[in-house]
Protein backbone atom coordinates (compact mmCIF):
# COMPACT_ATOMS: atom_id res chain seq x y z
CA UNK A 1 0.00 0.00 0.00
CA UNK A 2 1.47 3.65 -0.91
CA UNK A 3 0.64 6.26 1.57
CA UNK A 4 0.35 9.96 0.86
CA UNK A 5 3.12 12.30 1.62
CA UNK A 6 1.83 15.13 1.49
CA UNK A 7 -1.15 17.91 -0.26
CA UNK A 8 -1.46 21.30 -1.22
CA UNK A 9 -4.34 23.01 -0.21
CA UNK A 10 -6.15 25.83 -2.48
CA UNK A 11 -9.24 27.64 -0.75
CA UNK A 12 -9.54 31.09 -2.79
CA UNK A 13 -12.04 32.90 -1.46
CA UNK A 14 -13.45 36.43 -2.63
CA UNK A 15 -12.76 39.47 -1.28
CA UNK A 16 -16.29 40.09 0.11
CA UNK A 17 -16.78 38.28 2.44
CA UNK A 18 -13.48 39.40 3.85
CA UNK A 19 -13.44 39.17 7.87
CA UNK A 20 -15.90 36.80 8.47
CA UNK A 21 -14.02 33.86 8.97
CA UNK A 22 -14.99 32.43 5.65
CA UNK A 23 -10.75 31.44 4.41
CA UNK A 24 -10.56 29.72 7.88
CA UNK A 25 -13.54 27.93 7.80
CA UNK A 26 -12.32 26.94 4.13
CA UNK A 27 -9.09 25.73 5.13
CA UNK A 28 -10.66 23.92 8.42
CA UNK A 29 -12.83 21.92 6.32
CA UNK A 30 -10.75 21.31 3.54
CA UNK A 31 -7.61 19.62 5.52
CA UNK A 32 -10.53 17.46 8.06
CA UNK A 33 -11.87 16.07 5.01
CA UNK A 34 -8.65 15.55 3.74
CA UNK A 35 -7.64 13.96 6.69
CA UNK A 36 -10.58 11.77 7.04
CA UNK A 37 -10.86 10.57 3.03
CA UNK A 38 -7.18 10.28 2.42
CA UNK A 39 -3.59 9.06 3.14
CA UNK A 40 -2.17 11.78 3.27
CA UNK A 41 0.06 13.12 6.59
CA UNK A 42 0.94 16.51 5.86
CA UNK A 43 -1.08 19.36 4.12
CA UNK A 44 0.51 22.48 3.17
CA UNK A 45 -0.73 25.76 1.59
CA UNK A 46 0.94 29.07 0.74
CA UNK A 47 0.06 32.56 0.31
CA UNK A 48 2.17 36.33 -0.57
CA UNK A 49 4.46 38.02 2.44
CA UNK A 50 1.37 40.73 2.00
CA UNK A 51 -1.42 38.76 1.84
CA UNK A 52 -2.06 39.08 6.05
CA UNK A 53 -5.68 38.08 5.95
CA UNK A 54 -4.96 34.83 4.46
CA UNK A 55 -1.94 33.91 6.71
CA UNK A 56 -4.30 34.82 9.81
CA UNK A 57 -6.80 32.43 7.92
CA UNK A 58 -4.46 29.52 7.79
CA UNK A 59 -2.95 30.08 11.50
CA UNK A 60 -6.76 30.27 13.07
CA UNK A 61 -7.27 26.96 10.94
CA UNK A 62 -4.49 25.58 13.06
CA UNK A 63 -1.57 25.37 10.00
CA UNK A 64 1.90 26.33 11.16
CA UNK A 65 3.86 28.78 9.74
CA UNK A 66 7.09 27.06 8.06
CA UNK A 67 8.67 30.03 6.41
CA UNK A 68 8.96 32.80 3.89
CA UNK A 69 10.10 31.35 0.40
CA UNK A 70 12.11 34.33 -1.51
CA UNK A 71 10.92 35.24 -5.07
CA UNK A 72 8.54 32.30 -5.31
CA UNK A 73 5.65 34.01 -7.26
CA UNK A 74 5.65 36.08 -10.62
CA UNK A 75 2.70 38.56 -9.70
CA UNK A 76 2.26 42.31 -11.54
CA UNK A 77 5.48 42.54 -13.50
CA UNK A 78 7.65 41.56 -9.87
CA UNK A 79 8.92 38.97 -8.35
CA UNK A 80 6.62 37.98 -5.02
CA UNK A 81 7.95 36.04 -1.77
CA UNK A 82 5.77 33.87 -0.35
CA UNK A 83 4.92 32.09 3.38
CA UNK A 84 4.40 28.14 3.73
CA UNK A 85 2.27 27.01 6.15
CA UNK A 86 2.12 23.59 6.59
CA UNK A 87 -0.99 21.12 9.04
CA UNK A 88 0.06 17.31 10.25
CA UNK A 89 -2.45 14.67 10.48
CA UNK A 90 -1.16 14.54 14.09
CA UNK A 91 -2.25 18.20 14.61
CA UNK A 92 -5.47 17.67 14.51
CA UNK A 93 -4.95 14.92 17.17
CA UNK A 94 -3.56 17.53 19.82
Known sequence: MT??????VSAPVSSSPAGRGCGTEAHRLLARYLFAHTTVHRIWAG????????????????????????????????????????LLRIDLTV
Not at 78 to 83: E, F, K, M, S
Open 47 to 86: TEVGNIAEQKALETAGFTREGVTRGTGWRDGAWRDGVIYS
Open 3 to 8: RSAAGA
